[in-house]
């Protein structure tokens, strides 16, 4: 015999606790904690570049949870590559920018560069933002800049700058100049398997201003795409305040590890005001001496997570002419 069930009906009091338990529901899903968001698309097509030019891109680093969002490690994929961010820290509904700059003088066709950031957000931990770019067998010139450091009355060592082509695409240097008197640059012929130029010698001979300088050697070449080539060349003259050693290395060390000591040499009467460290990976700390000089302890960060470090310690003086310091710092926490 066909029957039929009748509908259940809740009571109004049920009704009412079923509909606040989907309110529950529904405000238990809100986002609890940081979250890590990309403005623009995270990977990008830059198309043909010549090799000795840098690239330089950003990105937004946006968090849209309720907690502060933290960078804990921003690495680069290649030695070519550097990432930098205006903040490590950004509070809920902040966003900060992040700097990468590609070098892809060492580079020819098509190459992927980029950075990994690591964050706090547990749902999207690591973040890569990336480049697709092809670089044209254009003259590429590595290194594209010079950096003397700490120059010596009597002038400082000489350094090397090779500039070079595919061997279907030589060149000549047509013309060779400095624009600083104390520095004087020569070539010599490069040759490789697959690659022709020149090697550039550059000195900086004695007579380099107290404090910091900077110029650049300039190249003309025959090369239609390059005809004018320049290379920063910067440095620090003996008489102004200088950090010795000029870079920090370390093969492998583990997190909390004393780095090395800065000591703050020259620059008679300018007093340091402070130092701080590009990686929350790094600490670094003034310490004024006795004598009245000045000296920056770096040490890896207690909480410095295992990885390459590349970063810089800038340390404030109070010389209108050098009001900053900048102190390489590069290896591995174990």
């Known amino acids: 015999m066909p029957f039929a069930i009748a509908p259940i009906r809740m009571p109004p009091f049920r009704r009412h606790a079923a509909g606040f338990a989907g309110a529950l529901v529904i405000a238990s899903s809100a986002w609890a904690g940081p979250k890590a968001v990309v403005v623009e698309p995270a990977h990008f097509e830059q198309g043909e570049v010549e090799p ?17 969002l933290g960078i804990e490690s921003l690495e680069p994929t290649c030695y070519c590559t550097t990432g930098k961010a205006d903040t490590w820290s950004i509070a809920p509904g902040q966003s900060t920018k992040v700097r990468v700059t590609v070098d892809p003088s060492d580079w020819v066709g098509e190459i992927l560069k980029g950075v990994e950031i690591e964050t706090n957000d547990p749902d999207n931990k690591h973040v890569m933002l990336d480049i697709k770019m092809k ?49 004087t640059v020569q070539q010599e012929p490069l040759q490789t398997d697959d690659r022709v130029g020149v090697k550039l010698v550059v000195k900086v001979g004695a007579g380099a201003p107290a404090g910091p300088f900077a110029g650049k050697v300039v190249l003309e070449t025959d090369d239609s795409a390059r005809p004018r080539i320049e290379i920063p060349v910067r440095g620090q003259g003996p008489g102004g305040m200088a950090a010795d050693p000029a870079r920090i290395l370390f093969e492998s060390a583990a997190a909390g590890s004393e780095l090395g000591v800065l000591k703050l040499v020259g620059g008679k009467g300018v007093k340091v005001t402070g130092a701080k460290a590009s990686s929350p990976a790094l600490e670094a700390l003034v310490q004024a001496q006795p004598d009245g000089s000045f000296q920056v302890r770096v040490k890896l960060a207690a909480g410095a997570k295992p990885g390459r470090v590349t970063a810089k310690i800038a340390i404030a003086t109070t010389d209108p002419a050098q009001p900053e310091i900048t102190v390489p710092v590069m290896g591995l926490v174990k």
């Open 52 to 68: 000795g030019q840098l690239q330089k891109f950003e990105w937004t680093l946006r968090n849209d949870g309720d907690a502060m």
């Open 135 to 183: 670089v044209r067998p254009g003259i590429a010139v590595v290194p594209p800049e010079m950096d003397f450091g700490a120059v010596p009355a009597n002038g400082a060592p000489p350094r090397t700058a090779d500039i070079k082509a595919a061997k279907e695409r030589p060149f000549k240097v047509t013309s060779l100049t400095s624009d600083l008197a104390f520095v």
